[in-house]
C-alpha cells in the first residue's frame, strides 16, 4: 500500500521523514524555544527584557526564534506605535499550552542534574564508550 503525502500529514506520525511533525518537534526541542516560553510566562515582555532574562542568548538567535515561534503561532508580536516604538512579546493560546511539557523538562533536567554529570564524568574519564557489538569487527 503507498502511502501520499496528505495521508502522512493527516496520520501525524513523526517517524516518517516527510511528516511535517517533526518541523513541530525541531521547534519546541530547541533549547532556546524553551527558555523563551518560560521567560514569557507571565505575559507580556520585550525584546531586551528577554535577553536579560535568558543568559547567553544572542541578539541573532533570540531574533530567528521569536520569529519561528511567530510563525509557528506560538508568540504573538505587538507593536506599540509611540516614539520609539515599543515591541512586547507574549505567548498565544496554544503557547501557553506548551508551556506545561516544557516547564516538565526544565524539572527534569534541574532534578536529574547531578545523575547526568556523574554519568559524564565516569563516560569521559573512560575514554568513551566500548563498541558496540555491531561496531565489533
Not at 515582555?45 to 542568548?57: A, C
Not at 501557553?96 to 565516569?122: K, M, N
Request: charged residues 30%; glycine residues 8%; proline residues 7%.
Amino acid at each position: 500500500m503507498v502511502t501520499t503525502r496528505s495521508e502522512s500529514v493527516l496520520d501525524g506520525n513523526p517517524y516518517r521523514a516527510d511528516c511535517p511533525s517533526r518541523r513541530i518537534l525541531d521547534r519546541i526541542g530547541d533549547r532556546w524555544t524553551v527558555l523563551i516560553v518560560g521567560a514569557l510566562h507571565d505575559g507580556d515582555v520585550r525584546f531586551s527584557e528577554l535577553r536579560r532574562r535568558i543568559e547567553g542568548i544572542s541578539q541573532k538567535m533570540l531574533t530567528q526564534t521569536l520569529r519561528g515561534l511567530e510563525r509557528d503561532g506560538l508568540v504573538r508580536r505587538t507593536v506599540h506605535p509611540e516614539v520609539p516604538v515599543r515591541v512586547e512579546y507574549s505567548l498565544t493560546e496554544a503557547g501557553r499550552t506548551l508551556r506545561e511539557p516544557l516547564r516538565a523538562l526544565e524539572e527534569w533536567s534541574i532534578a536529574h542534574l547531578g545523575d547526568v554529570s556523574v554519568s559524564q564524568d565516569a563516560y569521559d574519564g573512560a575514554d568513551g564508550p566500548p563498541p558496540a557489538a555491531a561496531e565489533r569487527p
